[in-house]
Structure formats: structure tokens, C-alpha cells
């Protein structure tokens, strides 16, 4: 199947792994080659190619809600999310934006540009969700650099006395904090 046909994330339910595995070459190359000419970030969406189609591939998008913490490694999510078409104009006036945006598709469901957000975001929407009763997923994808942040803790702090309160938080514990560069001058 070609990335192109792919317009909304549930059309991953049925494919083969092989099929899998060749989107995730697809996503590769579509990403590699229009970082290339448009810049933006390329290591993080990169690192998570495998990690949103194997979350995308089990959760069912028209119900459940993912929030990716700073957005910047969000480029596999727009690939697999109707953006294929006009992902050339990455980061380009009127174009497909470099981070979340809310209004861009229905599948961003928080606009995010600074970090450590999401857990406190999809807390939220947990909380909001069971007060009125609904069933599905609030899911957070967050960075170890972005954890480090105090609303990444305060979140989970209160996510702590919330124990009837669904949440998924996937920790993408990839040492990196954008990139090796960074990560190294960190570890120092
Ligand atoms: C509040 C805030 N501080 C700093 C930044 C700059 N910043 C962008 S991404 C990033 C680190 C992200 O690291 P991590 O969450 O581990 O993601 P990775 O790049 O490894 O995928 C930082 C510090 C930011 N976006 N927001």
C-alpha cells in the first residue's frame, strides 16, 4: 500500500507486518526527503516512526485521543493522518505546520510547541471524558528530555490521585532531547 492512499490512521488495522514494515520505509523516505528541502526536526520524527504505527495500529482513532508532547517529532502522526498530500509544504506560509495545531486535523488534539504538556493535556481530557460519561482512550507520548519538565511531574502527581482515571503515557526514553548533539552536551 502506498503512504498516499493512506488518509486516516485505522486503515493500518488490517495491514500485514510486511505491509507495516513498508510504510514505516515510506514514512522514512517521504520524511527524509522533504526535511531536506523544507528544514525542521529530523531525528525525533525518525525515532518514533515504529512507535505511532504500532499505537496507531491498535488504537481506533475516531474515538481515542493522542496528545504528543512539543509537537516536533510529529511528523510520522501527520504522514499517517491525511497530511501525506501536502506534506511538501512543511513548515512553508499556509502550509502544513511544523508542530500539533489544533484546526490542521481533527487528530491534533492539542496544539503543542513547548515542552512537558501532554500528560497534563490528556489528563485533562480523561477527566473530562469520564465526568460526561464517554469510553475511550486519552493517550500521552512524551520524551525523557520533556519529562524533565515541572508540568510533566506536576501531571503525574496528580494523575497519582486520580487511580480510577484512565490515562496511557508512553515515555519515548530515547536519551536524545532532540538531538545526539544536545543529548551529549547534557550528559556533561
Ligand atoms: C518549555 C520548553 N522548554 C524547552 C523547549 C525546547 N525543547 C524542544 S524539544 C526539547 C527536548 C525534547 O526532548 P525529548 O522530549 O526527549 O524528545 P526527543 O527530541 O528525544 O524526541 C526541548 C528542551 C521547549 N520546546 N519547551
Not at 523516505?29 to 520524527?45: D, M, R, Y
Request: glycine share 12%; proline share 2%.
Amino acid at each position: 500500500m502506498h503512504l498516499s492512499e493512506i488518509t486516516h490512521p485505522n486503515q493500518l488495522h488490517g495491514l500485514t507486518l510486511r505491509q507495516l514494515e513498508d510504510v514505516a520505509r515510506q514514512i522514512r523516505e517521504k520524511h527524509l526527503q522533504t526535511v531536506a528541502t523544507s528544514g525542521g526536526h529530523l531525528g525525533p520524527g525518525l525515532g518514533v516512526v515504529e512507535l505511532t504505527i504500532a499505537l496507531y495500529q491498535t488504537l481506533d482513532l475516531d474515538r481515542d485521543q493522542v496528545v504528543w508532547d512539543v509537537g516536533h517529532q510529529a511528523y510520522p502522526h501527520k504522514l499517517l493522518t491525511g497530511r501525506y498530500n501536502k506534506f511538501n509544504t512543511l513548515r512553508q506560509k499556509d502550509g502544513v505546520a511544523g508542530y500539533l495545531k489544533l484546526g490542521e486535523s481533527k487528530f491534533d488534539h492539542f496544539g503543542a510547541g513547548h515542552a512537558s504538556t501532554s500528560i497534563s493535556a490528556a489528563l485533562g481530557m480523561a477527566m473530562a471524558r469520564d465526568a460526561k460519561g464517554e469510553d475511550f482512550k486519552c493517550v500521552a507520548i512524551i520524551g525523557d528530555g520533556a519529562l524533565t519538565g515541572g508540568m510533566a511531574l506536576e501531571a503525574i502527581n496528580h494523575a497519582g490521585h486520580m487511580p480510577n482515571t484512565n490515562l496511557m503515557v508512553v515515555l519515548n526514553d530515547n536519551e536524545m532531547s532532540i538531538s545526539l548533539m544536545s543529548g551529549q552536551f547534557l550528559a556533561t
